[in-house]
C-alpha cells in the first residue's frame, strides 16, 4: 500500500512539473505570475515529503530532476523581457515577495537534486535566464577550488557554444571557493556545492 500511494504521488507530481512548464509559456497577468510561484512551491515542497518518506534512498532522484527541470524552466520563462507586463501588473510590495518565492523555490530545488547525487561529478543547467551548477567534490586529500564561472565557459560565446548558454552569462562577477574551505564542508567524505545565477531578477526584487 506505501508504495502504491508512493507511486500515485510521484505521477501526480511529475503531471504538475508538466504543467508548470506548459503555463509559464503562456502569456499571463500579474497574478497568474504569482500563482505559478505558488505552484512551484508547493511541488518542491511535495517532493521534499516524498524524498523524507521514501524507503529506498536513489528512487526519488528521477523525480527531483524533473521537477528541478520544470522549476528551471518556468523561473526563466517567466524572467523573460516577454514577461515584464505581467510583473508591472502586480502590486509592488507582490514583485519583491514572487520574486523572493521564485528564488527560494530554485533553490530548494536545486539543494534537492544535489543530496540525491552520491558520487563526485558536475551538473550544469542553463535556461534563458537561470544558470544552476552543482558540484559535488570528494573532500579526502587535496579538493581543488572550485570557480564559477569556470575559466573555460567565462567568454559568453564558448558558454553558448558548450552549452547553449544566454547571452547575458559570463560577463559578470566571478567566484572562488578555496579547497581547503571545501573540505571543512564536507559530510561523509562529499561536499555540495551549488551556483545559482539569474537574469532580469532584479528589477522585481528589489521593489
Do not use: C
Request: avoid cysteine; proline fraction near 4%; hydrophobic fraction near 40%.
Amino acid at each position: 500500500m506505501q508504495e502504491a500511494k508512493a507511486a500515485f504521488s510521484e505521477g501526480i507530481v511529475a503531471e504538475v512539473a508538466d504543467g508548470v512548464m506548459a503555463v509559464s509559456e503562456q502569456d499571463a497577468y500579474g497574478g497568474d505570475v504569482h500563482e505559478l510561484m505558488e505552484v512551484m512551491d508547493t511541488m518542491m515542497e511535495t517532493v521534499q515529503v516524498h524524498m523524507d518518506e521514501i524507503e529506498k534512498p536513489g528512487q526519488e532522484a528521477s523525480l527531483v530532476k524533473k521537477v528541478n527541470k520544470a522549476v528551471l524552466t518556468a523561473g526563466s520563462n517567466v524572467l523573460s523581457e516577454s514577461r515584464a507586463e505581467s510583473w508591472a501588473d502586480l502590486p509592488q510590495a507582490d514583485q519583491a515577495k514572487t520574486a523572493t518565492r521564485l528564488i527560494s523555490t530554485v533553490e530548494g530545488s536545486a539543494f534537492q537534486v544535489a543530496n540525491t547525487m552520491k558520487v563526485p561529478e558536475t551538473v550544469v543547467d542553463v535556461g534563458i535566464n537561470i544558470v544552476l551548477e552543482i558540484n559535488v567534490i570528494k573532500t579526502g586529500g587535496s579538493p581543488p577550488d572550485i570557480f564559477f564561472p569556470r575559466p573555460e565557459i567565462t567568454e559568453a560565446a564558448n558558454y553558448g557554444e558548450r552549452y547553449g548558454g544566454p547571452s547575458w552569462f559570463g560577463g559578470g562577477n566571478s567566484f572562488v571557493i578555496p579547497g581547503n574551505s571545501i573540505q571543512e564542508l564536507g559530510i561523509d567524505g562529499l561536499a555540495r556545492v551549488i551556483f545559482l545565477t539569474y537574469n532580469n531578477l532584479d528589477k522585481w526584487l528589489n521593489q
